[in-house]
């Protein structure tokens, strides 16, 4: 069985320390091209893209822009390199990463935490003659405004942000509970939040779409 071991695990590039959790998976989605006849294809069209999350300890670097695109080439990406060791042999992965997500939480007496997902570009069988683009959309996200916590994201200039509310409580004998005020908006970089800070919470979530073009050359 192929075993990873943690403390043999090292990520460098733009994510390089305080990570305490990578997911990584490459999946192949193949169209097979069926014929009457026979039961094999008569031919297929394979698109492969890799998958990766990454949780870490806020503070430990960023912000990362995802920023719309105005320009038919590739959004910012990151760059990500994994090397994890297993009982066989170290396994090394190395590529570049657009965020599609990115999700930040504190408490109060807590260390603050952030999340990413992360996709490559995707590679795609008997794509001679075109180049492919990662084409990024605009990033919605939303973010508690009075916990005291940067929760790593920041807003478009020159646009507005909507307000909203949450409210937390329930019975008990102490009967706490916490009331949000949170923004809603177009984000221009996610990351850095607060690391290390005793009274400060807050939380954030970001989304951030993407279309893959195919650009003749």
Request: with cysteine; net charge negative.
């Given at each position: 069985?192929?075993?990873?071991?943690?403390?043999?695990?090292?990520?460098?590039?733009?994510?390089?320390?305080?990570?305490?959790?990578?997911?990584?998976?490459?999946?192949?989605?193949?169209?097979?091209?069926?014929?009457?006849?026979?039961?094999?294809?008569?031919?297929?069209?394979?698109?492969?893209?890799?998958?990766?999350?990454?949780?870490?300890?806020?503070?430990?670097?960023?912000?990362?822009?995802?920023?719309?695109?105005?320009?038919?080439?590739?959004?910012?990406?990151?760059?990500?390199?994994?090397?994890?060791?297993?009982?066989?042999?170290?396994?090394?992965?190395?590529?570049?990463?657009?965020?599609?997500?990115?999700?930040?939480?504190?408490?109060?007496?807590?260390?603050?935490?952030?999340?990413?997902?992360?996709?490559?570009?995707?590679?795609?069988?008997?794509?001679?003659?075109?180049?492919?683009?990662?084409?990024?959309?605009?990033?919605?996200?939303?973010?508690?405004?009075?916990?005291?916590?940067?929760?790593?994201?920041?807003?478009?200039?020159?646009?507005?942000?909507?307000?909203?509310?949450?409210?937390?409580?329930?019975?008990?004998?102490?009967?706490?509970?916490?009331a949000f005020e949170v923004l809603?908006?177009?984000?221009?970089?996610?990351?850095?939040?607060?690391?290390?800070?005793?009274?400060?919470?807050?939380?954030?979530?970001?989304?951030?779409?993407?279309?893959?073009?195919?650009?003749?050359?």
């Amino acid at each position: 069985m192929p075993f990873v071991i943690g403390a043999g695990t090292f990520i460098t590039g733009d994510f390089s320390s305080g990570i305490q959790s990578i997911n990584f998976s490459q999946n192949p989605q193949i169209q097979r091209l069926y014929q009457l006849g026979a039961f094999t294809p008569f031919d297929k069209n394979v698109i492969t893209q890799s998958q990766l999350s990454i949780v870490r300890y806020s503070g430990q670097g960023g912000p990362f822009s995802v920023i719309p695109n105005t320009s038919c080439v590739d959004a910012s990406s990151v760059r990500v390199n994994i090397a994890a060791g297993n009982c066989n042999d170290n396994v090394s992965i190395s590529d570049d990463f657009w965020i599609t997500s990115y999700s930040y939480s504190k408490d109060v007496q807590g260390w603050g935490t952030e999340s990413f997902s992360l996709i490559s570009k995707p590679s795609v069988e008997l794509a001679d003659g075109v180049n492919t683009v990662m084409y990024r959309g605009t990033a919605e996200g939303q973010t508690t405004s009075n916990g005291g916590a940067n929760t790593g994201i920041t807003f478009l200039s020159d646009t507005t942000q909507e307000e909203g509310q949450t409210i937390e409580v329930s019975a008990g004998s102490s009967s706490l509970g916490k009331a949000f005020e949170v923004l809603f908006g177009e984000i221009a970089t996610v990351g850095g939040g607060t690391g290390k800070a005793i009274g400060l919470e807050g939380n954030a979530s970001v989304s951030i779409p993407y279309t893959t073009l195919y650009v003749p050359l």
